[in-house]
């Protein structure tokens, strides 16, 4: 018997993909290892990124939220800035 949400749910996988990888992250964080964390961050939004940039909208779920190119840019953006920041920060609030 085929299940009407089923096709919604399985849209939501990539969204749910990038959500576990910052639950990781922030377990990583909790567990005073800050720098890990941020990466993990920083790589989830770049596969945000590349998850918004090969699917299409209603494929990608909760990850399409402006336009292809805004979204792809920003999640880019960000990661980049995150990944910078993990990478040069030292002596931070949480240790090295």
Do not use: C
């Not at 990539?14 to 800050?34: D, G, K, N, S």
């Amino acid at each position: 018997m085929p299940r009407p949400d089923r096709p919604a749910l399985l849209e939501q996988v990539p969204f749910a993909v990038v959500l576990v990888l910052v639950a990781v992250a922030a377990l990583r964080i909790a567990q005073y290892h800050w720098r890990q964390g941020a990466v993990i961050i920083g790589g989830a939004l770049l596969v945000a990124a590349v998850f918004r940039a090969v699917l299409p909208a209603a494929k990608a779920g909760l990850l399409a939220v402006r336009g292809r190119p805004v979204d792809v840019a920003s999640y880019s953006v960000l990661g980049l800035v995150v990944l910078f920041f993990a990478f040069t920060i030292t002596n931070g609030p949480l240790g090295t």
